[in-house]
Nanobody
């Protein structure tokens, strides 16, 4: 089992950048596929980015490709989401999540059994 705590959210101007971090507890972090999801008010939670346990496979939602980068440091039990060129469609609560189901389900919300509490990202125009 793994426990996840996100940080790094906040208020940024449109066009700006933020880096989210997700710290994981537990000795088996490196076995998990990790993902970032987001949920805006009135919307369903949606996939943003995912990364395989060794980092060799990444996946992104079309809406963030070329702007966001997911990475992980297994020695530090941390996964990151670098967000550049933030725009007014990006504000949401961002969640990190862990899955033991492998990369074939990397984009599926229901593949992830472990979730953090979320961190708010706000973009001002």
């Amino acid at each position: 089992q793994v426990q996840l705590v996100e940080s790094g959210g906040g208020l940024v101007q449109a066009g700006g950048s933020l880096r989210l971090s997700c710290a994981a507890s537990g000795r088996t972090f490196s076995r998990y596929v990790m993902g970032w999801f987001r949920q805006a008010p009135g919307n369903e939670r949606e996939f943003v980015a995912g990364i395989s346990w060794r980092g060799e496979v990444t996946s992104y939602a079309d809406s963030v490709k070329g702007r966001f980068t997911i990475s992980r440091d297994n020695a530090m039990n941390t996964v990151y989401l670098q967000m550049n060129s933030l725009n007014p469609e990006d504000p949401a609560v961002y969640y990190c999540a862990g899955s033991l189901l492998g990369t074939s389900t990397i984009g599926r919300t229901n593949a992830y059994a472990y979730w953090g509490q979320g961190t708010q990202v706000t973009v001002s125009s």
